[in-house]
T-cell receptor, first 116, second 109 residues
């Protein structure tokens, strides 16, 4: 049973480009969470999704950021028109269908985004 | 004020020492999580607890709901325990996770 997979592991973008980060949850998991870790800072919650539903996006910046978790395929975190301040490690976690956010989460290895 | 406060921020110990990392919080929780982040960046969930105490190998986690406090203990510390340990909370009023800023532990041989 593979763990949570994220790709790419490293992503370099120039200012103004789009970044797409992918997260494949563990088999059988239907809840996905995205977190951001800015350099020298702690983890911050961004968004919590279930299949085809955004449950809580209160941690998402109001502009340029969006997330989806389609019925088929990985969850996608999309950042449009990236700026240098978006450079960070983006972690995805997944949990089983029961318990929601109260359940143990399993983390992916992260995607390190660098904006030039 | 942060919802989650960890102490100490940095900790250096000699191999074999008993280590304690503390976490205090100010919100209602459904569960408290201890995470470990290694220098390479990967994050591992160590414990999830809502009451009492849990033990896994040399690691012990306790929580006191009334005092809103949790501790992570490492017995017989080893250099491979060197990592950042993060306390995180599942809120009981929504679906959010609140994170502490982490405790950076270095265990010297």
């Amino acid at each position: 049973n593979a763990g949570v997979m994220q790709n790419p592991r490293h992503l370099v973008r120039r200012r103004g480009q789009e970044a797409r980060l992918r997260c494949s949850p563990m088999k059988g998991h239907s809840h996905v969470y995205w977190y951001r870790q800015l350099p020298e800072e702690g983890l911050k919650f961004m968004v919590y999704l279930q299949k085809e539903n955004i449950i809580d996006e209160s941690g998402m910046p109001k502009e340029r950021f969006s997330a989806e978790f389609p019925k088929e395929g990985p969850s996608i975190l999309r950042i449009q028109q990236v700026v240098r301040g978006d450079s960070a490690a983006y972690f995805c976690a997944s949990s089983p269908p029961y318990g929601g956010a109260y359940n143990e989460q399993f983390f992916g290895p992260g995607t390190r985004l660098t904006v030039l | 004020k942060n919802e989650v406060e960890q102490s100490p921020q940095n900790l250096t110990a000699q191999e074999g020492e008993f280590i304690t990392i503390n976490c205090s919080y100010s919100v209602g929780i459904s569960a408290l999580h201890w995470l470990q982040q290694h220098p390479g960046g990967g994050i591992v969930s160590l414990f999830m607890l809502s009451s009492g105490k849990k033990k896994h190998g040399r690691l012990i986690a306790t929580i006191n709901i009334q005092e809103k406090h949790s501790s992570l203990h490492i017995t017989a510390s080893h250099p491979r325990d060197s990592a950042v340990y993060i306390c995180a909370l599942s809120s009981n009023t929504g679906n959010q996770f609140y994170f502490g800023t982490g405790t950076s532990l270095t265990v010297i041989p």
